[in-house]
């Protein structure tokens, strides 16, 4: 059978494709999922994108070499979510690493390594005891080793501490890695310490001196609050393959999060690609990103925040008098029809006398004028009260029964 990396095909075609992270590199934020959940969460990132799943996203599913347990998670992985993503599995530079890979991921279509080379002087001699030279080239042989023990596992190469190496030197080893067999050369900002220029003149000088053989990918840390501007330069340059997290979860501060990135690269698409771009095989179904990062939060424990873009709990909520008589003119789309989010009204201390009516109404009771203006009057003394600015809607229940019993009592 001829092997056929998709990844590198859809690349090379201009396609958009995830390498998800939130597994692997999640870890590294203290979380750890489940080998049943990574299942699961790289089933429903495939299904995202359809049957194209395989071709849009390569699942990280673990780092074998961790333990024997990490094996076995990402071999279940690799065998139970075949043909919904392309599963990976990372390793650092050492034969025996390598060959445990390559073995969690054997037999199933569309199967990766990603081999983690340190490109910077710094990062060589601290990981590989090398200079930057001699570890780029190790690098080399690592490649030829991985095509030699199973040439139906894609290897990839991921530049460690890219962003202070050197440009020329990473183009020259990456033109010699993918002759050598590397489906991606995937440049890291490990540190997280670029600013957006500096991350597009990486990618354009060594996209520029290794060729056009080479496939650049992109993975870049969060540290500075950067990682979608940085990883929207490598688009810029022509990356198409990019690393990204679920709610951004990844070592230190993360990675950029997967569901801010995809819904940036749908929604804004010649925005961010151009006018001419055609990143999908298949469009991606962004009506699954809420439900996807709820289980996410839920597995790991990291909160779904009232400020997290995308899939916080403040998206289509409303709690003030303007943005409630026109949602659409303070937000920049529309959840219910983009991201299948049923609209909320909240009520907090800066409710307007059209809020209280609307949740009243939601909780069966209709007020006139005289109620409306006792109703806010006790919402906004509820809030300062308590220190919070959500009043329950149980709580404001309660009050209204009693209002409204009052005035029925009146009333006879």
């Not at 340190?118 to 001699?125: I, L, Q």
């Not at 033109?175 to 050369?185: H, N, P, S, Y």
């Not at 890291?188 to 310490?193: F, H, N, P, R, S």
């Not at 940085?230 to 501060?253: D, F, K, M």
Request: glycine share 8%; net charge negative; charged share 20%.
């Amino acid at each position: 059978m001829v092997f056929v990396d998709v990844v590198r095909e859809s690349a090379a075609a201009g396609r958009v494709v995830l390498w998800e992270e939130s597994a692997r590199d999640g870890a590294q934020a203290k979380t750890l999922m489940t080998p049943g959940f990574r299942v699961e969460l790289a089933r429903e990132t495939g299904r995202v994108f359809g049957s194209d799943g395989p071709r849009h996203v390569v699942f990280a599913a673990g780092f074998p070499a961790v333990c024997g347990e990490e094996f076995e998670a990402v071999r279940r992985v690799a065998l139970e979510a075949e043909g919904a993503v392309s599963v990976a599995a990372v390793c650092r530079g050492a034969h025996r690493d390598l060959e445990q890979a390559i073995a969690s991921v054997r037999g199933s279509r569309h199967a990766r390594v990603m081999v983690v080379v340190p490109a910077s002087e710094p990062m060589a001699r601290v990981m590989v005891h090398r200079a930057a030279p001699e570890a780029l080239a190790a690098g080399v042989d690592l490649v030829k080793r991985a095509r030699d023990l199973d040439e139906a596992v894609a290897v990839d190469v991921c530049l460690a501490d890219a962003s202070r190496g050197d440009h020329a030197l990473m183009a020259h080893h990456a033109q010699a890695m993918t002759a050598a067999g590397a489906g991606l050369v995937v440049l890291a900002d490990t540190v997280g310490a670029q600013l957006p220029p500096e991350c597009g003149e990486m990618f354009d000088r060594v996209r520029a001196e290794a060729g056009n053989e080479v496939v650049l990918a992109s993975h870049l840390h969060n540290d500075l609050g950067l990682g979608l501007a940085n990883t929207l330069q490598a688009l810029a340059a022509g990356v198409r393959v990019v690393s990204s997290s679920w709610l951004g979860i990844a070592e230190r501060a993360g990675l950029v999060a997967t569901e801010q990135l995809l819904f940036l690269l749908a929604r804004r698409t010649a925005d961010v690609l151009g006018a001419d771009a055609a990143p999908w095989w298949t469009a991606p179904d962004l009506t699954r990103l809420p439900a996807i990062a709820r289980r996410v939060s839920d597995e790991t424990g990291i909160p779904l925040s009232v400020t997290t873009p995308i899939v916080g709990t403040g998206v289509a909520t409303l709690s003030t008098g303007t943005p409630f008589v026109h949602p659409r003119l303070f937000q920049p789309y529309d959840p219910e029809e983009v991201l299948g989010i049923t609209p909320r009204v909240v009520l907090t201390h800066l409710a307007s006398a059209r809020v209280v009516t609307a949740v009243a109404a939601r909780l069966g009771h209709r007020l006139d004028p005289d109620q409306t203006r006792a109703a806010m009057v006790w919402v906004k003394s509820r809030a300062y009260r308590s220190g919070r600015a959500v009043v329950d809607d149980a709580a404001f229940a309660d009050y209204l029964d009693g209002l409204t019993h009052r005035a029925a009592g009146g009333a006879r």
